[in-house]
């Protein structure tokens, strides 16, 4: 049972340009959002998050956007660095535990 | 700033062995968790500790698999008579008190890459 969905294995973009990784989520008990970055070897490092109770939030070059109806969220990276260049988890937690639930990632690729 | 420290970041078993994996969370933050990630696949919960209490063991596999968080020193992932289906990178997370999911994140360590001959 796969509550967290990210269904883009990877992406490819060019430098400069917008970079869009999406994710879908069953559980509409969750109540955070979460966006972690992995790079090979090394463990997660957090980006970003939103409350359920918000539609976007906004960190420098990064935004995540929430839609409840649909269970979909997306974060975007504007403009795209070939640092960037990561597999991207989007995670989601609720409940009394606070265990982070993981979809599959997505490999971006952002070429110079 | 010491962040989360896990030991050993390499360890190879022969099938049977057991295997130690330890997490000294980071200054100051009470609550441990554990994940696995399988090749090709995301991280998933395996269990979460505060000090000398197991909180949620929902994600750990029913046999060889025990977490402890003691009063002093890291916390333990013990896997007894490993198979080489435990070859996986285990990943743990620290947060201070009263974290609530999306109010401050959790710190991950750089993981254990466990490899079972």
């Known amino acids: 049972d796969q509550q967290v969905k990210q269904n883009s294995p990877s992406l490819s973009v060019q430098e400069g340009r917008i970079s869009i990784l999406n994710c879908d989520y069953t559980n509409s008990m969750f109540d955070y959002f979460l966006w972690y970055k992995k790079y090979p070897a090394e463990g997660p490092t957090f980006l970003i998050s939103?409350?359920?109770?918000?539609d976007k939030n906004e960190d420098g070059r990064f935004t995540v956007f929430l839609n409840k109806s649909a269970k979909h969220l997306s974060l975007h990276i504007v403009p795209s660095q070939p640092g960037d260049s990561a597999v991207y988890f989007c995670a989601a937690s609720g409940g009394a535990t606070n265990k982070l639930i993981f979809g599959t990632g997505t490999l971006l690729a952002v070429q110079p | 700033n010491a962040g989360v420290m896990q030991n050993p970041r390499h360890l190879v078993r022969r099938r049977g062995q057991e295997a130690r994996l330890r997490c000294s969370p980071m200054k100051g933050h009470s609550h441990v968790y554990w994940y696995r990630q399988l090749p090709e696949e995301g991280l998933k919960f395996m269990v979460y500790l505060q000090k000398e209490n197991i909180i949620d063991e929902s994600g750990m596999p029913k046999e060889r698999f025990s977490a402890e968080f003691p009063k002093e020193g890291p916390s333990i992932l013990r896997i007894q008579q490993v198979v080489r289906g435990d070859s996986a990178a285990y990943f743990c997370?620290?947060?201070?008190?009263?974290?609530?999911?999306?109010?401050?994140?959790?710190?991950f360590g750089q993981g254990t890459r466990l490899t079972v001959v």
């Open positions: 939103i409350s359920s109770i918000k």
């Open positions: 997370a620290s947060s201070p008190p009263m974290y609530t999911g999306g109010d401050t994140e959790a710190f």
